[in-house]
């Protein structure tokens, strides 16, 4: 068959594949519905938020519940209780109605032969409204109603895309036999538009899954003088000509022996009446910020500038994460160039789609929260300072190996990472390993080197020596960047380290399961800020913690065979820049467990540290393998595609749950009840 033919086929069969799906078992319950026996003789009641129902006596497999006058999307939380066969008053679990999904006014039970009386209480306080009463005027009430058939079409394109995705990547793909470089390296126009096509998808998720999750408008926290808005705080301090906010302390503060104490800090001001700004950095009776300066520098400053008006944390968010984005694109080409020039382009897309979902970056994109912008500006600009000095070797020049401007953006951008999160200035010891051959070849650190060196030191130096003047002017201290100023929860100054800690930090970081039930959206919480419970009786901050960085990103325990690739990791240096890479991820998860606590934004700070080598030792045995056993190729890029697309399931699971730090069923409640009744249909 031709391979147009056979493409067209795979169109058509794909097309009616997902119309099969839509129509039989997203609405399977329609189906099931024409089954159901109506019931209509049986009395009804109505006490305050109750809705009573007696001589039912037959056999109940739905409830159509909708209350009128409540708000379309507003869930309405019902607590179901019946008598049937098997049990008087069975209490089951509770749920709810959302009016703008109508599928979920059809509530699927499963009682135990007839059921002879029904109690449904609308939760909520009826003191406070009168939409949480029940009365016959509001309350719409049918038993075994045949449920609507909907043809959902945003839900047919999205099922369709997905399908079409897998069978674009499924093993048997011939994207797999296309190689990524031609002879010269280069990229065809069609492999190019190929690789834009993809980073477009990617580029549209981000900024959905950005905006929907933004809550309010950040004019809505600057007005409060919340934390949210500290980097317009910040701007606006800036255009006025000093460095402290403009946020006034309680004049207890100032008054306090240590004004750090969280627990003195409460008292007082529920004593007093005047609230501390939490998060924020106090030093000599002033507000400062202590998260990078960059950010403000780069979008807030000019925003507010321009607009007179806080921007959203979720704008910067998307900026730099289409930044960090594309950066990964572009490093995981460069490190294909290095060690493995045949790499179909199949592979290629895989390992993208890897780097960018096992570094965990996704938690800033469902989190649009102040704290995420330094996470993701400074990995931004890390990946982006790594492409431009692995760019700056690919010559064919033999006399003239390395490119400066290429070194001089590098060092920009490392300069730029410092300045968004200070301990990301680790990656700027990465240019030994990059540059270890051309160390060896006198290109650095003698004198035909000297503009190279100087090209690689002096923007960082130059960048650097800004950031430590401002420490100056906020600290008194260049090299104090304020984190031990910060009204946290404890005092940052003296929290000690602590081997106990240390081992219950690792476990959470590195191997914690999912904590899995059977209730949409089916993940929780290990911990939250209320579920704090550990046998460690000492002090551990907790933000909601979900899974460990290898159960989120089980691609990375290729590292283990590490070792076995040395000798092909050897050829560029990449040997050693893993050992680096795995020694920094190691030390920065270290320093997050004795000095912050456990959090998922945390672990952006050394997942990109492991999962750069896992992608290095992926593509050194992929090349080791070509020369082998066809079946062991297969196998292989099987292990490597399936990892993958859990790793996207895991990262999408992550967005929905309830006790998360920005709750989609809070910012965007149509969207996540549209997802548990037209997507996972169950009820």
């Given at each position: ?17 997902v ?13 099931e ?20 129902i ?7 497999k ?8 409540f ?7 019902l607590s179901?209780?019946y ?5 008087t ?17 059809y ?30 005027e509001?309350?719409?009430l049918?038993?075994?109603?045949v ?45 190019r538009?190929?690789v ?55 004049s207890?503060?100032s ?8 627990a ?10 005047e ?9 000599n009776?002033?507000y400062?910020?202590?998260y990078?300066?960059?950010p403000t ?19 910067a968010?998307?900026?730099?994460g ?5 950066a ?14 045949d ?22 994109a ?39 401007r ?14 968004c999160?200070?301990?990301f200035?680790?990656f ?11 160390i ?7 004198v ?13 130096f130059?960048?650097g020596y ?5 420490n ?18 404890t ?22 399961p ?10 929780r919480a290990?911990?939250d ?37 040395r ?8 040997y ?5 890479s ?8 270290i320093l ?5 606590g ?17 992608i ?12 082998r ?18 790793m996207?399931?895991?990262?999408f ?26 997507l996972f249909v169950?009820?």
């Open positions: 068959m031709k391979p147009g033919k056979k493409f067209i086929k795979i169109l058509v069969i794909a097309f009616i594949s119309l099969l799906i839509e129509v039989f078992i997203f609405n399977f319950r329609f189906w519905s024409l089954t159901f026996k109506r019931i209509e003789n049986y009395q009804v009641s109505y006490d305050d938020q109750k809705v009573l007696k001589d039912i006596k037959a056999a109940v739905n409830v159509y519940f909708k209350k009128t006058d708000a379309d999307e507003v869930p309405l939380t179901i209780t008598t049937d066969e098997a049990n008053k069975l209490a089951v679990s509770d749920t709810e109605v959302f009016n703008a999904v109508g599928e979920s006014n509530i699927r039970i499963y009682p135990d032969g007839k059921v002879s009386e029904m109690t449904i209480t609308l939760v909520g306080e009826s003191k406070k409204s009168n939409v949480f009463k029940a009365n016959p509001t309350v719409v049918a038993f075994n109603a449920r609507p058939f909907h043809f959902r079409a945003i839900r047919f394109a999205l099922l369709l895309l997905v399908v079409m995705l897998l069978i674009l990547f499924s093993p048997k793909s011939p994207i797999y036999q296309v190689k990524l470089f031609d002879e010269k390296f280069n990229l065809s126009n069609g492999k538009f190929a834009y096509y993809f980073l477009i998808l990617f580029v549209l998720l981000w900024g959905f899954v950005s905006l929907k999750f933004q809550g309010y408008p950040a004019l809505v926290y600057y007005d409060m003088e919340y934390v949210e808005a500290i980097f317009s705080y910040q701007a606006d301090a800036l255009l006025e000509g000093h460095v402290y906010l403009n946020q006034t302390p309680p207890y503060m008054q306090m022996e240590n004004p750090y104490d969280y003195k800090r409460v008292e007082l001001m529920q004593k007093t009446g609230v501390f700004n939490l998060d924020f950095a106090y030093y009776g002033r400062y910020s202590y990078g300066i960059v520098l780069l979008f807030y400053l000019p925003f507010v500038a321009i607009t007179h008006n806080p921007p959203n944390n979720s704008f968010i998307i900026l730099f289409i930044l960090y984005l594309t990964c694109f572009r490093l995981v080409r460069c490190l294909c160039r290095r060690l493995n020039k790499v179909s382009i199949g592979m290629y897309f895989v390992l993208c789609t890897a780097l960018i979902f096992g570094s965990g970056v996704f938690y800033c469902h989190t649009p929260k102040l704290y995420s912008v330094p996470f993701i500006s400074a990995l931004a600009f890390v990946v982006s300072g790594l492409v431009c000095w692995f760019r700056s070797t690919e010559s064919p020049d033999e006399e003239e190996v390395l490119k400066k290429w070194l001089i953006a590098g060092s920009i951008c490392m300069g730029l990472a410092i300045g999160r200070p301990t200035g680790l700027v010891l990465f240019a030994f390993p990059i540059f270890a051959a051309e060896k070849k006198k290109k650095f650190f003698s035909k080197g000297l503009g190279n060196t100087l090209c690689v030191i002096l923007p960082v130059i960048i800004g950031l430590l003047y401002f100056y002017l906020r600290f008194e201290n260049p090299f104090d960047f304020g984190y031990k100023y910060n009204l946290s929860t005092n940052l100054e003296h929290r000690y380290n602590d081997g106990r800690r240390m081992l219950l930090g690792t476990f959470e970081y590195l191997f914690q999912l904590n899995l039930n059977g209730t949409f959206p089916y993940v290990v911990y800020y209320y579920n704090l419970k550990t046998d460690y009786l000492g002090y551990m901050f907790f933000d909601p913690q979900y899974c460990g960085f290898l159960v989120l990103s089980p691609l990375a325990l290729f590292l283990l065979l590490i070792r076995r690739q000798a092909s990791l050897k050829k560029d240096c990449f050693q820049f893993s050992i680096t795995l020694l920094f991820g190691l030390a920065l998860m997050n467990i004795e000095k912050t456990i959090s998922m934004r945390y672990q952006l700070d050394f997942s990109l540290f492991l999962m750069i080598p896992a290095m030792v992926i593509l050194s045995l992929e090349n080791e393998l070509a020369g056993s066809r079946k062991l190729q297969k196998l292989f890029g099987e292990i490597v595609l399936c990892t993958v697309i859990y996207i399931a895991i990262n699971f992550l967005m929905l749950p309830s006790d998360k730090l920005s709750p989609m069923d809070v910012l965007s409640p149509k969207l996540f009840y549209s997802l548990k009744y037209l169950p009820r």
